[in-house]
């Protein structure tokens, strides 16, 4: 499986941006999907994660109530809709799929227990 993100870009505080990550080669249903940042200097940091079939989601503090993620499994497709941009949002969002349990446990796995990663894409949030 190939994951593809998509939907960075440059966009002002308080502004929104959708950004998607579809898999192709073979389906995502199985996998528990999420998205991570990480700014220049800092560490990995987990967003938000979503179970195989949607019905669990978790997000980091810093997120809620900002943003949401969501998935169509038909597209083999993972959403993440910021909302209410800050300027500390301003990172590297990657996303990577792994069949590991929805919750804040979800995001401490070494990076090679994760079956698939994205590439990564730009979120600037500036003025």
């Known amino acids: 499986v190939q994951l593809q993100a998509s939907g960075g870009g440059l966009v002002q505080p308080g502004g929104s941006l959708r950004l998607s990550c579809a898999g192709t080669?073979?389906?995502?249903?199985?996998?528990?999907l999420g998205w991570f940042r990480q700014a220049p200097g800092k560490e990995r940091e987990g967003v938000s994660c979503?179970?195989?079939?949607?019905?669990?989601?978790y997000y980091t503090d810093s997120v809620k109530g900002r943003f949401t993620i969501s998935r169509d499994n038909a597209k083999n497709t993972v959403y993440l809709q910021m909302n209410n941009l800050k300027p500390e949002d301003t990172a590297v969002y990657y996303c990577?799929?792994?069949?590991?349990?929805?919750?804040?446990?979800?995001?401490?796995?070494?990076?090679?227990?994760?079956?698939?990663w994205g590439q990564g894409t730009q979120v600037t949030v500036s003025s």
């Open positions: 979503i179970s195989s079939t949607g019905s669990s989601t």
């Open positions: 080669g073979r389906t995502l249903n199985y996998y528990a």
């Open positions: 990577a799929a792994g069949r590991f349990l929805v919750g804040s446990s979800w995001f401490r796995r070494r990076q090679d227990e994760y079956d698939y």
